[in-house]
T-cell receptor
C-alpha cells in the first residue's frame, strides 16, 4: 500500500512569490491534515479536512494561505505571497476515519515539503 | 485545552544503554497519547500509541511507554539503545473524538554513541 505522497520535496523561492504544495493521501483515507513544522519544533495543525469539507481551519493564516480538497482525495496548500517566516516543513497526514466514523486514530504522515523563503 | 511538554531537547546515550525520553501532558479530557519518530528528511512514523486499556504500551523497534494518569506522563523507554535509534522523537496528545488533530511537543533529539 502506498503511503502519503507529497510534492515537491523541496522548494526555494523568494519572498512575495507564490508557492503550492500537493498531497495525495493513502487511498480510502477520508481525513486529511496539513501541519507546519518550524525548525526545532513539533508540527502544528494548519487545516483538517473530512472528505472535501474543511472542518478545522482555525490555525490557517487566511490572509495568505489557502487550501483545497475538491474531490475529497488529494489536496493543495497554497501560500501567496510567501514571507520569510513561512520557511518550514509542510507535512500532510491522513487518517481513515472521520468524526462520524471513528477509526484507529493513527495519522499517517508524508515526507513533507521543505520550503525555504529567501 | 491540551498540551505536551517534552523534558530535554537533547538526550545522549551510549549504545546498549537504557533510553528514557520524558513526556508530560495536560488535557481536560481523557487523552490519547502517541510517540512518533522522525529520521532526517523523512516524515513522522508512529512508534506506539495509548488510547484505552492497558497502560503499558509496546511499540515498534523495542520501544515501550507507560501511561501514568496520576503523573500525567507518558515516558518512552527502550532497554538497550542501538545506533539506528538516533532520531528526533515527538510525543503527541489528542482528544478521544475521532479525527481531531494531534498536539505535539517540541521534540527530543536522541543521539547514540558507540
Amino acid at each position: 500500500e502506498a503511503g502519503v505522497v507529497q510534492s515537491p520535496r523541496y522548494k526555494i523561492i523568494e519572498k512575495k512569490q507564490p508557492v503550492a504544495f500537493w498531497c495525495n493521501p493513502i487511498s480510502g483515507h477520508n481525513t486529511l491534515y496539513w501541519y507546519r513544522q518550524n525548525l526545532g519544533q513539533g508540527p502544528e495543525l494548519l487545516i483538517r479536512y473530512e472528505n472535501e469539507e474543511a472542518v478545522d481551519d482555525s490555525q490557517l493564516p487566511k490572509d495568505r494561505f489557502s487550501a483545497e480538497r475538491l474531490k475529497g482525495v488529494d489536496s493543495t496548500l497554497k501560500i501567496q505571497p510567501a514571507e520569510l517566516g513561512d520557511s518550514a516543513v509542510y507535512l500532510c497526514a491522513s487518517n481513515p476515519g472521520t468524526s462520524g466514523r471513528p477509526s484507529t486514530d493513527t495519522q499517517y504522515f508524508g515526507p513533507g515539503t521543505r520550503l525555504t523563503v529567501l | 485545552a491540551q498540551s505536551v511538554t517534552q523534558l530535554g531537547s537533547h538526550v545522549s546515550v551510549s549504545e546498549g544503554a537504557l533510553v528514557l525520553l520524558r513526556c508530560n501532558y495536560s488535557s481536560s479530557v481523557p487523552p490519547y497519547l502517541f510517540w512518533y519518530v522522525q529520521y532526517p528528511n523523512q516524515g513522522l512514523q508512529l512508534l506506539l500509541k495509548y488510547t484505552t486499556g492497558a497502560t503499558l504500551v509496546k511499540g515498534i523497534n523495542g520501544f515501550e511507554a507507560e501511561f501514568k494518569k496520576s503523573e500525567t506522563s507518558f515516558h518512552l523507554t527502550k532497554p538497550s539503545a542501538h545506533m539506528s535509534d538516533a532520531a528526533e522523537y515527538f510525543c503527541a496528545v489528542k482528544a478521544p473524538k475521532a479525527g481531531t488533530a494531534l498536539i505535539f511537543g517540541k521534540g527530543t533529539t536522541l543521539s547514540v554513541s558507540s
